[in-house]
């Protein structure tokens, strides 16, 4: 077991790290304030080298995988959330096209958005299908050599400044999940409107919207992989999201700890600093296990995705990374707001944001229900198993409650006589 980074992600790491300092940190607040998309953090990002992290070089990246694309999203995270979201795009518009894409789809797509010349979105949920992806009810139907797309797709992240669009639409709307297909819509398309952007909470650098997909023609070259096995991808598609969506809360949870610790040391209240009062100093200490932890299980699962398992083999590793570290950020803002007093809650200063920020988190990408659902699914199946022998520890009551003890010679179950 090797708990170091390689020369190659240290390098990405620093990298990151610097461009968060001198790029994102001191625009952050703007950005949120103003609730425009960051051009700035985008040029930024690919002069620097990180939107191809996780490509291989034949596909123009990097090379540097899940892994080195986490420590990314991690650095930049630390101070902007939506910094974040706007790297981890790169693999939200382009993971099924990595792995389901023609030669053609993937020089055009995943070269392009390695190379900052695309950017892409994705559009899957829907106003009456989230979490019930099979459920859609958008339709692609076959129209001559192409498909005509009608429906309405909710979210779609940095669809105002997409040059294409992953659509997912039922082809054969009475096979439920088997006949749900994947298609690259270039943008823009006649057919393909921004109807309006969500108002939404928190990370606000990054616009989420309402799409009108009306008689939205695209050739038979726009289905990605084959005609209604779309659904399978689409779920592969976001497991290999889900660790890059940690590293936005692991991030954002350090970084709300650090930014409160340094408060914690500077204010003094009592005649000490705070960090003084055990009180704080123990919510500290929890804030740093639960940071620590959610980094180990997130590169883990950034580590599992590049090793390329099955899904059945890490889907649950995946979620429980993702589901650890979105909450850790929930709770870790939440904290550090309290840790600031009242100035926490002013929009001067960075907790109010992050505490914002941090609840999208435990919804995109599979909510945290729906990860307890997989994780206590590979449970039942036998899937986490940290080799245990019930019988070696004296086997399990059966219904025949106090067998057991009338073979030691205990007599009748207790309360029965
Ligand atoms: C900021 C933001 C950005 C987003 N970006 C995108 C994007 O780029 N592209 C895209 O396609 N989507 C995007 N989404 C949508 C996101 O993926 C969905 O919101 C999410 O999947 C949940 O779906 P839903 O909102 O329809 O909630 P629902 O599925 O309706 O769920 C509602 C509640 O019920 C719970 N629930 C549902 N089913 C079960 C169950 N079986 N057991 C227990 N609890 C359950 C959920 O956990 C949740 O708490 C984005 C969302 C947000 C907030």
């Not at 790491?13 to 790029?23: F, L, N």
């Not at 518009?93 to 053609?104: D, S």
């Not at 990370?203 to 023609?217: I, N, S």
């Amino acid at each position: 077991m090797d708990f170091g980074l390689s020369e190659q992600h240290r390098r990405v790491r620093e990298t990151a790290a610097r461009v968060a300092r001198e790029v994102v940190a001191p625009r952050a607040a703007a950005v949120d304030r103003e609730g425009v998309y960051p051009q700035d953090y985008f040029e930024a990002f690919r002069d620097a080298g990180l939107l191809g992290l996780a490509f291989p070089p034949e596909a123009g990246g990097a090379g540097a995988g899940s892994l080195g694309l986490a420590l990314a999203i991690e650095e930049v995270a630390k101070y902007d959330s939506s910094a974040g979201l706007l790297l981890l795009t790169t693999r939200l518009a382009t993971a099924g096209i990595a792995m389901a894409g023609t030669p053609e789809q993937q020089d055009r797509y995943v070269r392009g958005v390695a190379e900052g010349r695309l950017r892409g979105c994705f559009a899957l949920t829907e106003p009456g299908a989230g979490s019930d992806a099979a459920n859609i009810a958008t339709t692609a139907t076959r129209d001559g050599d192409g498909f005509v797309l009608n429906g309405t797709k909710l979210w779609a992240g940095q669809a105002t400044v997409a040059d294409f669009a992953m659509v997912v639409a039922k082809t054969d709307p009475a096979a439920g999940a088997r006949g749900v297909s994947a298609f690259l819509v270039d943008l823009p398309n006649p057919g393909f409107r921004v109807v309006r952007e969500l108002p939404k909470m928190g990370v606000l650098g990054v616009p989420v919207v309402e799409l009108d997909l009306r008689d939205c023609r695209v050739p038979a070259a726009a289905l990605l992989g084959e005609e209604n096995q779309g659904f399978r991808l689409v779920m592969r598609h976001l497991n290999v999201v889900r660790p890059l969506v940690a590293a936005r809360g692991v991030g954002l949870a350090a970084g709300a700890t650090q930014y409160a610790l340094a408060y914690a040391k500077q204010r003094r209240t009592f005649g000490r600093p705070l960090i003084e009062h055990q009180a704080i100093a123990f919510k500290l200490a929890e804030l740093a296990m639960e940071v620590e932890a959610a980094r180990l299980l997130t590169y883990r699962a950034a580590w599992l995705v590049d090793q390329g398992g099955s899904d059945r083999d890490i889907a649950h590793h995946l979620s429980i990374a993702k589901a650890t570290a979105s909450e850790v950020a929930v709770r870790a803002s939440e904290q550090a707001l309290q840790i600031l007093g009242g100035y926490g809650y002013l929009k001067d200063y960075a907790t109010e944001r992050y505490y914002r920020d941090a609840k999208q988190l435990t919804i995109v990408e599979g909510t945290s229900e729906i990860h307890r659902l997989i994780i206590s699914r590979a449970l039942d199946d036998g899937l986490l198993d940290w080799g245990y022998d019930v019988e070696a520890a004296g086997g399990l009551p059966d219904a025949e409650c106090g067998a057991r003890s009338a073979e030691r010679g205990m007599g009748a179950v207790a309360g029965a006589e």
